[in-house]
């Protein structure tokens, strides 16, 4: 096996199949003076007029002395590079704690191989891809499993459906037991989200409404400003301003109103402590709400 281009963290290698059976999601080690790197293949295909394959294989892990791990650091490795093909059950040796650890599921091409990280690792920003969204489920519902099992608070925000199959949780659906604080952020969301077709003229009317209501939340304990409230003082302005964009603004404020998306009293979105009480799974329904709050909803659970 040998390197023949590196671009990035995907290195090309070409091998004789008859010699190194390799599979995609196999593990390799490349080795040069310098570095080791531990990489997995993520394509192969065959290299024309020659008996020899040419596999992608994505540079992941730096491995130092003492086969510590750590991320890969963009070192691009010789080409004249050692390259070794690792049994997975030994890279999952290395990426396992030595206390605790959390089940994520099995390798798909070893059945036989189950995949723990320590449990630290779900909190360093985990990030799960898959081209198949049935086995991002499995990685999901195997963690919340896990953590279940060791009496932690979970809180699950269903964007699109995906959840409703989970049984024991307590659920919570957004516009109906759970509404949204009308906030600074949510006032940044509706200024940003909605008034992209209003006159500029129109913006620095509502703006002005806008910031003098952000200055107002500053004073209020809560942080929180009832949704009525704000539709009504759009509704006054626009009394005074027949402007399009006040206009444009309050039908969409009326839209809101009819979902129920925002808050009117304190108590419609500060409940989540208290339903973590009664079940240590929440699950947010999030599935009629728009794309454009999905970042919103996060900070404001968060």
Known sequence: MQIVEVK????????NPSENHLLPADFLLVEDINQKIIAQIIKIESE?????????IKLSLCLDKEENLSYYSGYIPAKDSKIIYINPDEILELIKNSDSNIFLGTLSNRQDCYVKVPFDFIDDNLYIQSDRKDNTAIITKNIISELNVLKKNIIIVDFDGSYNNLSKVKRIKITNNFRLPLNIEAFNTIYENDL?????????????????????LTTLKDKFLPFTLFK???????????????????????????????????SQFDILNESLEEK???????????EKWFNFIIHTLI
């Open 280 to 290: 240590n799974i929440l699950l947010i329904d999030a599935s009629d709400i728009e």
């Open 48 to 56: 024309k007029d020659s008996i020899n394959n040419i596999a992608d």
């Open 196 to 216: 992209t077709d209003c006159p500029s003229e129109d913006k620095a009317i509502i703006q002005s409404i806008i910031l003098e209501l952000r200055e107002y």
């Open 232 to 266: 009504n003082v759009v509704e006054d302005e626009l009394l005074q301003n027949q402007s399009s964009g006040l206009m444009f603004l309050r039908n969409k404020l009326w839209l809101y109103a009819q979902d129920n998306l925002f808050a009117e009293t304190k």
């Open 8 to 15: 990035n963290d995907i290195a090309k290698i070409v091998y």
